[in-house]
């Protein structure tokens, strides 16, 4: 089965920079499409960054030239490079798999705060 795992969060001033990390195991990383999600308190989960298993990305518009989502196949790793972050950017950023259209398997989540 796929699990997902995501670390790097934590707390950092507005301005800072952060990078989350999330590691696949049970499956073969390479296949999925990988993508990162956030929920603040009180609000819905909102779609941030998505990376194709060939490479292709796509960004929130709020995250856009601040956040960059890139993968290494060899480690099996998604990343999400923050920067220039915002105390609106505080969430819990979740990784998602998706094998074909969907996003099927999910991470834990890793809190990001960002004070200002």
């Known amino acids: 089965q796929v699990q997902l795992v995501e670390s790097g969060g934590g707390l950092v001033q507005a301005g800072g920079t952060l990078r989350l990390s999330c590691v696949l195991s049970?499956?073969?990383?390479?296949?999925?499409?990988m993508g990162w999600f956030r929920q603040a308190p009180g609000k819905e989960r909102e779609f941030v960054a998505s990376?194709?298993?060939?490479?292709?990305?796509d960004y929130a518009v709020s995250v856009k030239d601040r956040f960059t989502i890139s993968r290494d196949n060899a480690k099996n790793t998604v990343y999400l490079q923050m920067n220039s972050l915002k105390p609106e950017d505080t969430a819990v950023y979740y990784c998602?798999?998706?094998?074909?259209?969907?996003?099927?398997?999910w991470g834990q989540g890793t809190q990001v705060t960002v004070s200002s």
């Open positions: 998602a798999a998706r094998p074909i259209s969907s996003y099927d398997y």
């Open positions: 990376i194709t298993r060939y490479g292709s990305t």
């Open positions: 049970g499956r073969t990383f390479s296949s999925y499409g």
